[in-house]
């Protein structure tokens, strides 16, 4: 089946860094993958997109702190976070979004929790 599986996050102090993967599985073609993070009490917000052919879009907030990267050989996206602060604590979700013929649908991995404490 069409999956999404995400890297184990952790607990890191601040100013420190931390990466991210998203696997891929079961897509007939991968389009646009990207990254959402969702702290408590907030909504879901983008952090990074990369699209098949390498073009990249992110969040003002993460800028010149993460980058977004992808293997297409492996399906699979990175996310390198760098001088990592405590806002950035939050669930991460990947997603991609799943072409066939006839539809383009989103998929959502489980998330994997960021923390990082101050």
């Known amino acids: 089946q069409v999956q999404l599986v995400e890297s184990r996050g952790g607990l890191v102090q601040a100013g420190g860094s931390m990466r991210l993967s998203c696997a891929a599985s079961?897509?007939?073609?991968?389009?646009?993958m990207g990254w959402f993070r969702q702290a408590p009490g907030k909504q879901r917000e983008l952090v990074a997109a990369i699209t098949s052919g390498g073009s990249t879009n992110y969040a003002d907030s993460v800028k010149g702190r993460f980058t977004i990267s992808r293997d297409n050989a492996k399906n699979t996206i990175y996310l390198q976070m760098n001088s990592l602060r405590p806002e950035d604590t939050a669930l991460y979700y990947c997603?991609?979004?799943?072409?066939?013929?006839?539809?383009?649908?989103?998929?959502w991995g489980q998330g994997t929790q960021v923390t990082v404490s101050s």
């Open positions: 997603n991609a979004d799943h072409r066939t013929l006839a539809t383009v649908t989103t998929v």
């Open positions: 079961g897509f007939f073609s991968i389009g646009t």
